[in-house]
């Protein structure tokens, strides 16, 4: 099994805390479209691995015109062995959506939409800097599910300095109301090198407040949790049957490959990761020169990510599976690490299984951490 992941590095505007690699200029759009499929066409012939899922993420996706996306789907069923009704998700940012598109993603075979709402609230949206009024993310959503896709995700953000609990609350309300069976919540976090780092640095607007984040995360969990949510990974909460396999795949440790500037692979052993810069990756693949990096992972690393990816998950992480992986002596340095965080009651085993308490969850990447191998 495997998946393949598109990077679309276009936006329309820069959201103030968004670090993802991206471009506001569509300049070079033909260029790295033409690269893209010549990347995909380079791959193939050596990616055995049936493909399950596809998935465009960005930069916004839906940025793409029609015909670019139908032709990237045509060579990926063309020169991959892609698995019947494989998930075929695309970013969407609302803006884009209209019933004329919808159609043609439809059509196309997108049968997964991930739609950016971040907030139900306009001066929050502002705040972000996103290009996109509330009404037009609840407009958007019901129109996807009158065109018959059902199977929508939408990203929250909380913690907003901007936002407040009353606030949050009314954004979860907003959010179940839609019917969505896919719900991913994310922190606001301060990321280097964006405006929104740089509006903290000169004071212009206040760091968001870890308290109040975490007092909305838990409110999240447990409005998701009475709805029928199953928070299956801290950010990701999906109704039964409808969990994204596109991620689930990638945090249970299966291959992918990254098409696109700055797009990461992973085959098992490697990792390998594209030039973050639209006009550089598109010249070199048009040259023919190297147009990514690859690293050999070692079994350290390895046993790391598994621990990164494991201690998010609400499946946690098999002792017995780190043993039979990576060794006896990974399995005996993961009992060990984990011993004071069960101490102070962030973690527990069940059974087999090491996870997160209700306590630990807020703290997962800073358990983690203490858990890897260095
Ligand atoms: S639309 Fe998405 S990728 Fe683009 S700037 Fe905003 S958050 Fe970043």
Redesign the pocket.
């Known amino acids: 099994m495997s998946g393949i992941y598109l990077h679309i590095p276009f936006?329309?505007?820069?959201?103030h805390?968004?670090?993802?690699h991206?471009s506001t200029s569509t300049k070079s759009y033909a260029d790295v479209l033409a690269s893209m499929k010549a990347e995909l066409r380079y791959w193939a012939p050596a990616w055995e691995a049936k493909v399950q899922t596809i998935y465009f993420g960005?930069?916004?996706p839906s940025m793409l015109n029609e015909q670019d996306l139908r032709e990237l789907l045509d060579i990926i069923r063309s020169e991959f062995d892609v698995e019947q009704g494989a998930e075929i998700t695309l970013?969407a940012?609302p803006e884009d959506i209209s019933g004329e598109r919808l159609s043609a993603w439809k059509e196309a075979g997108v049968n997964r939409l991930s739609i950016?709402v971040q907030s139900f609230f306009d001066d929050e949206l502002e705040w972000?800097?996103?290009?996109h009024k509330a009404s037009k993310s609840i407009e958007s959503v019901r129109l996807a599910q009158k065109h018959g896709i059902d199977n929508i995700t939408i990203d929250l953000i909380y913690g907003v300095p901007a936002s407040s609990m009353e606030r949050w609350k009314e954004n979860v309300k907003m959010a179940l109301e839609l019917e969505v069976p896919h719900i991913s919540a994310y922190a606001l976090t301060v990321e280097p090198k964006t405006a929104l780092a740089h509006s903290v640095k000169v004071g212009k607007v206040t760091e968001p407040s870890e308290g109040e984040a975490h007092a909305q995360f838990v409110y999240l969990r447990s409005a998701l949790n009475e709805a029928g949510f199953e928070a299956y990974e801290i950010s990701n909460y999906g109704k039964p049957g409808w969990h994204s396999v596109h991620n689930s795949n990638y945090w249970n440790g299966v291959p992918y490959l990254g098409i696109g500037p700055g797009a990461h692979s992973f085959d098992g052993d490697i990792r390998r990761w594209n030039i973050r810069n639209n006009v550089k990756y598109a010249r070199a693949i048009q040259n023919s020169v190297n147009w990514f990096e690859i690293e050999q992972l070692s079994v350290r690393d390895r046993y790391n990510e598994f621990v990164m990816t494991g201690v998010r998950r609400s499946a946690g992480i098999s002792l017995e599976e780190v043993r039979v992986r990576f060794g006896e002596e990974y399995s005996a340095h993961l009992q060990s690490e984990a011993e004071r965080y069960i101490e102070n009651g962030w973690l527990a085993w069940n059974g087999d299984r090491l996870c997160l308490t209700s306590d630990g969850l807020f703290f997962a990447d800073g358990i983690a951490a203490d858990l890897f191998l260095v």
């Open positions: 936006c329309r505007k820069a959201c805390y968004c670090d993802f991206f960005g930069g916004t970013e940012n950016g972000m800097n996103r290009n």
